[in-house]
């Protein structure tokens, strides 16, 4: 009987050893993970922001064969596209570096830099006849909002230039972003906001025009409504002829519409079908 009691008591303290082990080892997995070695604590890694937030799809305004067509046959469209166009060339021609560099690192996996307290996202792209360029993005968490920096250098040529910053929810589902014109010229020349509903898909995203000029102060407005019969709406504010311009359209089979009383002298929508082609409105 004593010697089966002391193989009980063994067991029972070898059963309490173990359990006290695991939970140390429990407790020091939790601390290395939440805490870095000087005492600071790692935030959660941020959503990121989402493409659209910088760089919606207008590309169903792209050129569609030829500028007598675009003049002659397909006139409401043309007019939607030249006025949807300056904005996208600012997005995609004039700012195409900062805007590519974003979309770069919305696929990156992400690493905490403990020394700076800063959520850090790497990657070197190319821009067609640019040259190959690197991004460095950073993002500082505080409670539920997020700073964002981006930082792009060229070898040889410019390092560290910040040509974007802006803030979001850490839920990535509200923000603003500021773009900036160049590392010759580092002044803003576009600001927006954005918000998108995660779970639906929906969401819009508002660009201002901050660079000094005839545009300064204009605004487009893009939207997405998913299930809608015209799912993306563009809502333009072109402020050097007090013209406000609004385009729908169907992303799929490309039918649309645009209002502008300063073009078509009245409040109504003039259409187009799914072969760009002036059509009655339904």
Known sequence: MKSEKSKNGLYSHFRLKSSMSFLMALLVFVFSCSESDDGQM????PVMPPETSMAPDMSM???EGGEENRV???QNWAYAAINVGVYSSILYSHLIVPVRAFKVTINQEAHFNEDAGLWVWEKSFEVPSRGTFSVRLTAEVDGTDVSWTGYVSKSGVFEN???FDGTSKLNGESGKWNLYESPENPEAWLSNSWEIDREVG???TS???EKEGNHQGSSITYSIEKGADYDRTVLINDVSNSNLVEVQWNKESKFGRVKSEAKYGDEMYHCWDEQLQDSECP
């Open 42 to 45: 790692q935030g959660p890694e």
């Open 202 to 204: 929906n969401g819009n």
């Open 61 to 63: 305004f792209d050129d």
């Open 72 to 74: 002659n046959t397909i």
């Open 161 to 163: 230039f910040v040509w």
């Open 207 to 209: 660009f201002t025009v």
